[in-house]
């Protein structure tokens, strides 16, 4: 890699805590934030199981300090929160002093607003002020107008694999000189719609996940946000900041195989990590750690876990999945994981893939399912979206 | 670092724009307030396996990227980068409104599935069968900005050497009905619509697609180079100047090396007066402009790209196109600026090579 | 049978959007997916609603469509021995 990206803050928001210590803690103390749903009104209350931020909108707007008549979906509160715990994680005093940019992911947007207001916006004009609150990109400007932030700001979506796609476009950015800096991370409150559209797919679970495990029985749906701040290294170097690790290789592949079926030989996967590696210049005996994409569904775990057998042959290091804990948060998803990859780089540990059972019958590995304790100094972090979306993005200590 | 060719280009658009070479049949609709895109016969481009359950826009990426690769030559490219700002709104609508009537029950995934913001690019990839980097940009109307300055770097770099980049926007009906209640559409009554002195709130609004094809090699089909570009997320009226200056100043242009200048008025009355550069930095400039062809969407901006493009392959800015009456001595560098509703400026400078 | 046959051939193609199929071409022992009629995972989760909605006929195991959907005899005979609708 060219230039190395340093990592200089992170914010995040999840249903397993509203700090990055809270969210430390409860990995290492093996609590889930798995629960029933309790913010949206379903049908599907009782035979589903979510990773849900126990605050209404009502608190996160407080918490946030909006003004009355804001118009910020969920999704744009829970992102405008991790951006700032980021920002200030940074030490950031001045947004605007380099060249700064901020690229978000989501998958919702403002759905979870249009779909309660979807027919009542015909009838009462209180509500019309989230019609321009839709769209993904609205969300990622009240982000940015949040922090008071000036400059390149857009939003990658890509389902599944959008944070870390947002990852390395920023990555991109610092190194083709267009930006010193850069916010990256990605964003998604649950919504009626993910709900439904993931129970007509039959791939939610009734239960609590089990990924990688035999009999597991589909994803638990999540909501997060989640934020790191990239600097390149002559601008930390400038400021003498710390930095809390790097972003030293990524890959995006695509499947091409179905829109929502992961091929089974998992080549888009196979692919993405690949990249990643060249591009890091590390071999499969660097990666201490693999957090995987492990969303519990047959489909995903069946492909992933194949293709990082393909990659990494008969040494295949300790790998989990947290999904377990946060439930699958979308184009959140590979934000949180980042930060836990940093967490676990920073404090040389393996965060267990909780609830596994029985190993799958296509392979013999099994994911580490105590919290280990290992000097680790890459991790790898793979995330997969529909459309055959393959991401992977390498996390390093120096 | 090497260049950054656009070699190839499709677009689909409320004028016919797909079958003709540029604008030969292009006819202004002053009376509408929405214009739909001209759709072109998708049997012998989509097999009916795929195509029975893709929307509009998934078929308008389809046709205009097939188009833009032929064009340049191109079976398979390296990766392909797109831009929507409102992504599968039909797809999205029609399993919203499902949830909605029939209370959670009997939902059915095609129109899940295909509402994600990254069918496009995805579908598009599964059909050349492309494994390479895909990526979706969903961001108003820099969508389509990010994705050519995401490939711009690429190519430069030699990451890849050919992408496929495209901007994506289609209409559905419950998305207009509440984009007129709250006055984005122009109202009925405003008709006869200008997109040039308007004195009307709102647009008058569109849907289309335009691909091009993104290489470090110039080609005999080359249209052009891209030089630079910029995106800037929120400016006032009177930071554009400045804004315009700097970016030319640190690409060692200068404002009367620019050619010709191509401004997205869209005739929000509210809003066009982000292009008054129009009446001072680019007063002798000759100025183009686009919007009252093909409407206003996220990724209209694509459409004037593709003028730019073609203005300076075939050397001539078609009167339809014109904005003022200035006469370019020659047509070798365009600068092309566009926003919406003050927010998501952009940039781009492209030269004849 | 022969009746429910008939509906369940127009059924699928309206569903499934088989634009470019009439209601005479399919046959009763053609195989739906794959080379056959060439569906997909997706189309039979479409025909999971449809069971559902029209004969009330709940499925919980995606897989279990495997054998059911297999033509449209074995959608029709299952239909007849399980349907509350």
């Known amino acids: 890699m060219a230039k190395r990206i340093a990592i200089t803050g992170m914010g995040i928001i999840s249903s397993i805590g509203k700090t990055v210590e809270e969210n430390y803690n409860a990995l290492i103390h093996q609590k889930t934030g798995i629960s029933i749903i309790e913010n949206i009104e379903t049908i599907h209350k009782d035979v589903i199981k979510v990773g849900e931020i126990k605050l209404t909108n009502h608190e996160l707007e407080q918490l946030l300090n909006l003004p009355k008549d804001n118009n910020y979906s969920r999704t744009a509160m829970l992102g405008a929160y991790a951006v700032q715990k980021a920002v200030e994680d940074a030490s950031i005093s001045n947004i605007n002093e380099f060249k700064t940019g901020l690229i978000s992911a989501t998958s919702v947007g403002g759905m979870d607003m249009t779909e309660k207001f979807y027919y009542e916006y015909f009838e009462d004009e209180a509500c019309q002020k989230y019609i321009s609150a839709h769209d993904a990109g609205d969300a990622t400007h009240k982000m940015a107008e949040y922090i008071g932030l000036k400059g390149i700001v857009t939003t990658v979506s890509t389902a599944c694999s959008s944070a870390a796609n947002a990852i390395m476009i920023g990555s991109r950015l610092i190194q083709s000189g267009q930006l010193d800096r850069v916010i990256v991370g990605g964003t998604d409150a649950l919504a009626k719609f993910t709900i439904n559209g993931f129970k007509t797919l039959m791939i939610l679970s009734d239960t609590y996940n089990t990924p990688f495990d035999n009999e597991r029985k589909g994803l638990n749906l999540g909501e997060a946000a989640a934020f790191l701040v990239l600097e390149s290294e002559e601008v930390v170097k400038k400021q003498n900041k710390k930095v809390l690790a790097y972003v030293s290789g990524y890959g995006n592949a695509n499947d091409a195989f179905h829109q929502t079926a992961s091929s089974e030989n998992g080549d888009g996967a196979y692919l993405a990590m690949q990249k990643a590696l060249k591009m890091s210049s590390l071999s499969t005996n660097d990666i201490d750690y693999i957090n995987a994409h492990g969303t519990a569904t047959p489909n995903n775990d069946l492909s992933e876990g194949r293709a990082i057998v393909r990659v990494f042959e008969n040494q295949v290091p300790e790998f989990s999945s947290t999904k377990p804990y946060t439930g699958h948060t979308l184009a959140a998803a590979a934000a949180i994981e980042a930060v836990y990859s940093v967490l676990a780089l920073q404090n040389n540990v393996i965060f267990p893939n909780l609830n596994f059972k029985n190993q799958m019958d296509e392979f013999n590995i099994t994911p580490q399912t105590t919290l280990k304790e290992k000097e680790i100094n890459h991790v790898l972090s793979n995330s997969f979206g529909f459309g055959g979306n393959c991401s992977t993005v390498i996390f390093s200590k120096n | ?353 | 049978m022969e009746a429910l046959k008939a509906e369940l051939k127009g059924k699928i193609v309206e569903v499934l959007n088989l634009e470019d199929i009439s209601v005479d071409e399919i046959n009763d022992n053609d195989p739906l997916f794959g080379d056959g009629l060439g569906l997909d995972s997706i189309d039979a989760l479409e025909l999971i609603v449809l069971l559902d909605k029209d004969y009330g006929i709940k499925l919980t195991d995606p897989k279990e469509g495997k054998t059911i959907f297999e033509s449209i005899e074995t959608m029709a005979a299952y239909i007849t021995a399980n349907r509350t609708k």
């Not at chain 2, 890849?160 to 122009?186: P, R």
């Not at chain 2, 289309?208 to 090699?217: H, Q, R, W």
Request: charged letters at 20%.
């Open chain 2, 1 to 353: 670092m090497k260049k950054c060719y656009i070699n190839g280009l499709g677009n689909i658009s409320a004028q016919n724009t797909f079958e003709t070479d540029f604008l030969e049949d292009a006819t202004v609709n002053n009376s509408d307030n929405v214009l739909y895109a001209k759709q072109p016969s998708y049997k012998e481009l989509i097999p009916p396996a795929a195509s029975r359950r893709m929307a509009k826009g998934v078929k308008m990426g389809i046709a205009a990227s097939t188009k833009a690769l032929a064009e340049a030559n191109v079976t398979i490219p390296d990766a392909i980068i797109t831009g929507t700002g409102m992504g599968c709104v039909e797809d999205s609508e029609k399993f919203l409104k499902g949830i909605l009537d029939n209370k959670e029950q009997f939902l059915t995934p095609t129109s899940f599935i295909q509402s994600t913001h990254n069918t496009v690019g995805a579908q598009i990839a599964l059909g050349l069968q492309c494994k390479g980097n895909n990526f979706t940009y969903v961001n108003g109307a820099v969508s389509l900005e990010t994705a050519l300055l995401d490939a711009k770097i690429q190519v430069e770099t030699e990451e890849e050497n050919t992408i496929l980049v495209g901007g994506i926007d289609e209409t559905a009906q419950h998305t207009l009905d509440l984009f007129k209640l709250v006055s984005f559409i122009k109202k009925e009554e405003d008709a006869p619509y200008s997109v040039l002195n308007s004195t009307s709130k709102g647009v008058v609004f569109s849907e289309g697609t335009t691909f091009f094809t993104i290489e470090n090699t110039k080609k005999e089909s080359s249209y052009a180079s891209i030089e630079a570009m910029k995106i800037h997320n929120s400016l006032s009226v009177n930071e554009v100047g400045d804004f315009i200056s700097n970016f030319l100043e640190d690409n060692n242009c200068e404002v009367n090396s620019i050619d010709a200048v191509v401004f997205g008025n869209n005739g929000d009355v509210q809003y066009d007066s982000y292009y008054d550069v129009s009446n001072s930095l680019f007063k002798n400039t000759a100025q183009v402009y686009y919007k009252h062809l093909s409407g206003e969407y996220n990724t209209a901006s694509g459409f004037g790209l593709w003028c730019a493009a073609k203005i300076i392959k075939n050397q001539v800015i078609p009167s339809i196109l014109k904005m003022n009456s200035v006469e370019p001595s020659k047509l070798e560098t365009i600068l092309i600026y566009n926003q919406y509703q003050g927010r998501d400026h952009s940039l781009i400078l492209i030269k004849k090579c």
